[in-house]
């Protein structure tokens, strides 16, 4: 069993990330990276585009092994395993580009979030043996309650393609909380939305850190969004850090405002 890593107050460290760096042909996409996310915060990953901040997230979910430096989740070394057990071991995530199942109900999308967790083998599923009714009805209430969560429940059997935008991204949060994770990877969950779309996000995702009890990591260019909910932040530009540290201290960095925000 994974030891547990603490930081120097005692505070358990979720996410580590050990000197990560990635290599494609002659240009490093990351380089030396060094992560470490407290349970329960809500982390920032930033920068510009093309600094390595989706990279990073590929890394962490198993879609690229990193050329060298480590990846800890819990305590666990987790690095270079495929998505499907990272995803197992507790991290999820979402994308820049939604990726719903677009043929598929509102509520058939939150299934096949918890499909891995009913505990009855292809036979019962097949044919419908009793444990896999009961398995199935308790799955599905909840799904129910996951939607209701994120005020979708009265959508669960529109197709998921025929839902709004915003509400499409929703959707895809709560298909990734259905994998019951310790640590949630948003890619720029605020992408393509109004204002008005943008604090109903932040409001669900301050729900969810606060009454599910899950550590958060998300990249985001929206600033009001990140200024709003975010607890730290590391700044990476061209794959390196630049900045990390508080909110409001990481913002206010001259280097951070020169690279990023623009002066």
């Known amino acids: 069993m994974a030891e547990k890593i603490f930081d120097a107050d005692g505070n358990e460290i979720i996410l580590k990330t050990d000197h990560l760096c990635i290599q494609f042909g002659g240009l490093k996409a990351v380089n030396d990276v060094n992560l470490e996310i407290k349970k329960g915060e809500l982390y920032g990953l930033i920068g510009p585009n093309g600094a390595g901040k989706t990279t990073v997230f590929n890394i962490l979910t198993g879609v690229y092994k990193?050329?060298?430096?480590?990846v800890y989740l819990s305590g666990e070394d987790i690095t270079g395993k495929s998505p499907m057990d990272v995803n197992k071991k507790g991290i999820a995530r979402t994308f820049q580009n939604i990726r719903l199942f677009s043929n598929l109900t509102?509520?058939?999308?939150?299934?096949?979030?918890?499909?891995?967790?009913?505990?009855?083998?292809?036979?019962?599923?097949?044919?419908?043996?009793?444990?896999?009714?009961?398995?199935?009805?308790?799955?599905?209430?909840?799904?129910h309650e996951l939607l209701k969560v994120f005020g979708l429940d009265e959508f669960a059997d529109y197709l998921a393609s025929n839902l709004p935008y915003g509400k499409q991204r929703k959707l895809e949060i709560a298909r990734a909380m259905?994998?019951?994770?310790?640590?949630?990877?948003?890619?720029?969950?605020?992408?393509?939305?109004?204002?008005?779309?943008?604090?109903?996000?932040?409001?669900?995702?301050?729900?969810?850190?606060?009454?599910?009890?899950?550590?958060?990591?998300?990249i985001e260019h929206d600033m009001k969004l990140v200024s709003g909910i975010c607890e730290k932040l590391t700044v990476l530009n061209f794959g390196t850090e630049l900045a990390k540290g508080?909110?409001?201290?990481?913002?206010?960095?001259?280097e951070v405002v020169r690279a990023y925000l623009g002066e």
């Not at 058939?108 to 292809?122: A, F, H, K, T």
């Not at 043996?129 to 799904?143: F, G, I, V």
């Not at 669900?204 to 850190?209: L, S, W």
């Open 66 to 70: 990193p050329t060298s430096g480590r």
């Open 106 to 143: 509102v509520l058939e999308n939150v299934m096949v979030g918890l499909s891995n967790q009913i505990p009855c083998s292809v036979f019962e599923s097949v044919f419908r043996l009793p444990r896999h009714k009961k398995s199935e009805k308790e799955y599905t209430e909840r799904a």
């Open 246 to 254: 508080n909110t409001s201290d990481v913002l206010a960095d001259a």
């Open 178 to 218: 259905a994998t019951n994770p310790t640590l949630l990877l948003l890619d720029e969950p605020a992408a393509g939305m109004n204002p008005n779309e943008t604090q109903e996000l932040m409001d669900d995702i301050t729900f969810i850190r606060k009454n599910f009890g899950i550590t958060i990591l998300l």
